[in-house]
C-alpha cells in the first residue's frame, strides 16, 4: 500500500473534499496541518512544488494541483466518487474548476487584505460578480438533477465540493459571506442538507470532532 501525506493550512478550505474523498475510500493519510509561519517557512525554502497548497505526498513523492487531487482521491476505494459517464464528469468537472479556479481565484486577493474596510469592500463586489454568477450556474447544474445530490441519489466528487462550499457560507466564517448568499438558491441549499446528512458524512464529521 502506498503511504500518503496531505498537506494544507488547518481548516477546511481546498483540501477538506481531498480530505474526505480519501476517508471514504478507506484511504490512511497523513494530515499534516500548516499555521502560516510553517507554511511562509517550506515556501521560502522550496519545499512545495508551485508554492501553494494543497499538496498530497504518494510514496514520499508530491503532487499538487487541487482539480488533479480531488479527481485522484475520488478514483480510489469502491464509493464511485468519479463518474464514468462522460456528461457526468463533464458535470463534475465544471463544478471543480468553478469553485477551485473561477471562484478561488477571485476571492484570494480579500483573503490577504488587511483593512477591515476594503475587505468587506472586495467581499461585497466579489459576491455581486464573480461569486453570484457562479452560484447561479451552480444553481442551474442542481435543477438538472432529480436529486438530492448533483448527479441524482448517489454522491459524487461533485457534492463533495458543493456540500463544503455550502457550509463554509453556512458558517459565516468569511466576512461579507455568510448564509445570506444562499437564499437565492434553494436547491444548492438542500444539495447541503443532503450532504450534511449523508451517513457516511456524518461518521467523517464525528470523527473529525471527536
Not at 13 to 38: K, M, N, Q, S, W
Not at 196 to 204: E, F, G, L, R, T
Amino acid at each position: 500500500m502506498p503511504t500518503y501525506r496531505l498537506t494544507y493550512f488547518d481548516s477546511p478550505g481546498r483540501a477538506e473534499p481531498i480530505r474526505i474523498a480519501l476517508t471514504l475510500a478507506g484511504v490512511a493519510f497523513e494530515d499534516r496541518r500548516l499555521a502560516y509561519p510553517a507554511f511562509a517557512a517550506m515556501k521560502a525554502q522550496g519545499e512545495l512544488p508551485l508554492g501553494s497548497v494543497p499538496v498530497l505526498e504518494i510514496d514520499g513523492v508530491p503532487y499538487v494541483q487541487t482539480g488533479a487531487l480531488l479527481r485522484y482521491a475520488a478514483k480510489l476505494g469502491t464509493h464511485g466518487l468519479y463518474p464514468s459517464d462522460p456528461m457526468q464528469a463533464l458535470v463534475v468537472d465544471g463544478v471543480i474548476d468553478t469553485l477551485n479556479d473561477t471562484v478561488a481565484t477571485a476571492l484570494t486577493p480579500s483573503l490577504f487584505e488587511r483593512d477591515p474596510e476594503k475587505r468587506l469592500a472586495m467581499r461585497r463586489a466579489f459576491v455581486e460578480g464573480v461569486l453570484g454568477r457562479a452560484l447561479r450556474y451552480l444553481e442551474g447544474l442542481c435543477a438538472r438533477s432529480e436529486g438530492p445530490f448533483l448527479l441524482g441519489p448517489n454522491l459524487s466528487l461533485g457534492d463533495l465540493l458543493l456540500g463544503t462550499t455550502v457550509q463554509q457560507y453556512q458558517s459565516g466564517v468569511l466576512d461579507g459571506i455568510g448564509p445570506e448568499v444562499l437564499e437565492p438558491f434553494p436547491r444548492l441549499r438542500a444539495l447541503g442538507e443532503a450532504f450534511a446528512a449523508h451517513p457516511a458524512i456524518a461518521a467523517y464529521r464525528a470523527k473529525r470532532a471527536g
